[in-house]
């Protein structure tokens, strides 16, 4: 007898270890398809904008309690026949991607004498990525620095057009254990030739340099949430189910967002007299009350898996063997197009990929909170013990912690459903997180938590890189083992959606072309 899948949408990323939160939920910071704002429609009156990334921007979520960004409810606490607020934040970004979008524009054309700019960054800038990151380190008249990313985009174009800037230092990130150091609070190490830092620091030595109010929420938040225990703290975070567990540590849900909305009105109210005649005196404070439940929210039931639900997308992958992609895939038309995922048989084994060869093309994930993936698989009874093995030569795996490969056994498996909510358990080997010193060859989902179990003493793997696979199951014991590394035993009952069965077999995500040779799965 199947039994219920309580899950419901998840878009972000990273409950976790302080690894796991520190790798995972950043992860899952990633830049979301959010509709450009192209124009104000009256720009007559005193304007409070807002730039920013998710921890400001506004979301649409199914998830149990949705992702909210402060910038959504700062409204509630400002006088609407003095000010509107104009939210231009936009998931993903950073100080530096901010400035390509529409909304940038936006900004540029429409703040004037009077306005208000409130300038809430860092938690993208700390992504070792190009397109994104920004040096901590640097002065603001330094090239490529948080500081001058800040000062030359927003700061100096506030106070040219004769509006006043406020710098907001970024919300910490939750921590399941109370932990609130390194990435949490935003300080980071140097990763792979990006130079790390203080980022809240910068935000704050650039208000001082410059003389603007700067709000320094990341003390706020971490004083907070060092004072309330775990269960407290998520409260004021976005969940993706009904289960206090899939809580998402970067987001923060209607009653969080409110809380630091209000932190940061009567912070600049202190600061800043003209703004305090701005807010609205009769606001109440925000109470827990502000918390419900979705009216959206969907819990799905789980189907169950039969031959005859073989994709037709993929029905050249030979019986007992079936092809199929699910999860955070990036849309339907992706799971359906051979470029985005694709399962090639071979005369011992398959060629499997997760996006394009060249890197311009990605689907799927492998993340703090969901996953999207390509996957070769057999159904095997849930009582039977086997191992399965592969060697795995990589043909192009993209530099990206979220691009992954591997041999994977589940508990449950999706039939070409792109669907955000799929975050259920499973046991794999393989590459993840490769961009990373420390990067991960065994890792777990476990409700709804993805746990690294083992770093590869190997190097990382890239084009040309061939590395044997194997997993063995023995009850509810699974033996990983990852080229010359030491087998990993993990523990998973893997029963928890399918009671009947579990689906081994191989899987890309994300942007991986891997050719899978010499496979055998050996049912005892």
């Not at 499997?352 to 890197?359: E, F, I, L, P, R």
Request: proline letters at 3%; aromatic letters at 10%; glycine letters at 8%.
């Amino acid at each position: 007898m199947k039994k219920l899948l309580a899950a419901t949408l998840a878009l972000l990323a990273l409950g976790f270890s302080a690894f796991a939160l520190e790798k995972n939920i950043a992860d899952n910071e990633k830049v979301e398809k959010v509709a450009g704002i192209s124009s104000v429609e009256n720009t007559k009156g005193t304007k409070l904008y807002v730039v920013g990334d998710s921890t400001l921007s506004s979301f649409a979520d199914p998830y149990f309690y949705p992702r909210y960004g402060y910038g959504t409810k700062l409204q509630d606490y400002l006088n609407a026949k003095k000010i509107q607020v104009i939210n231009l934040a936009m998931s993903g970004r950073s100080s530096k991607s901010f400035t390509t979008e529409v909304n940038y524009q936006t900004l540029c054309k429409n703040i004037k004498k009077g306005d208000y700019l409130i300038i809430g960054f860092g938690h993208n800038d700390e992504k070792a990525e190009e397109d994104r990151y920004t040096d901590p380190t640097g002065s603001k008249e330094t090239e490529g620095s948080f500081k001058n990313s800040l000062y030359v985009n927003y700061v100096k174009l506030a106070q040219d057009k004769g509006a006043t800037p406020i710098l907001c230092t970024p919300i910490v990130r939750r921590s399941e254990e109370r932990k609130y150091t390194g990435s949490m609070i935003h300080q980071t190490a140097d990763s792979n030739g990006f130079k790390g830092g203080d980022y809240s620091k910068a935000v704050m030595e650039l208000a001082k340099e410059t003389g603007v109010a700067c709000v320094d929420l990341t003390s706020i938040t971490k004083a907070r949430y060092e004072s309330m225990t775990a269960e407290e703290t998520s409260k004021f975070h976005a969940w993706q189910t009904f289960k206090p567990n899939s809580v998402d540590n970067t987001h923060l849900n209607i009653y969080g967002a409110s809380v630091v909305a209000y932190d940061v009105i009567n912070e600049v109210a202190k600061q800043n007299k003209k703004f305090a005649k701005l807010v609205n005196k009769n606001a109440p404070a925000p109470t827990i009350a502000l918390l419900v439940q979705n009216p959206d929210y969907v819990m799905p039931t789980y189907e169950g898996f039969s031959p005859k639900d073989k994709s037709y997308f993929f029905k050249k992958v030979p019986e007992p063997w079936f092809g199929t992609a699910f999860g955070d895939c990036g849309g339907d038309s992706k799971i359906s197009t051979p470029s985005f995922n694709g399962i090639v048989p071979t005369d011992n084994g398959f060629v499997m990929n997760s996006g394009s060869a060249d890197g311009s093309l990605v689907s799927g994930k492998i993340s703090g909170s969901i996953d999207g993936m390509c996957v070769c698989f057999q159904q095997i009874p849930h009582d039977k013990d086997f191992t399965l093995t592969a060697t795995a030569n990589v043909k192009y795996l993209k530099a990206d912690n979220q691009a992954s490969f591997g041999l994977i056994v589940r508990d449950d498996i999706y039939i070409c459903k792109n669907d955000k909510s799929i975050n259920s358990d499973y046991v794999a080997v393989g590459a993840l997180d490769t961009t990373k010193d420390g990067w991960t060859s065994a890792f777990q989902r476990l409700d709804t938590k993805l746990n690294k179990v083992a770093n590869a003493s190997e190097k990382k793997p890239a084009a040309g890189t061939k590395v044997v696979l194997s997993i063995t199951k023995t009850g509810n014991s699974y033996s990983v083992k990852y080229g010359k590394n030491p087998a990993q035993t993990i523990k998973a009952d893997l029963n928890a959606v399918d009671a009947d069965y579990v689906y081994a077999g191989l899987f890309t995500a994300r942007c991986a072309t891997v050719e899978f040779t010499d496979v055998k799965l050996e049912v005892k």
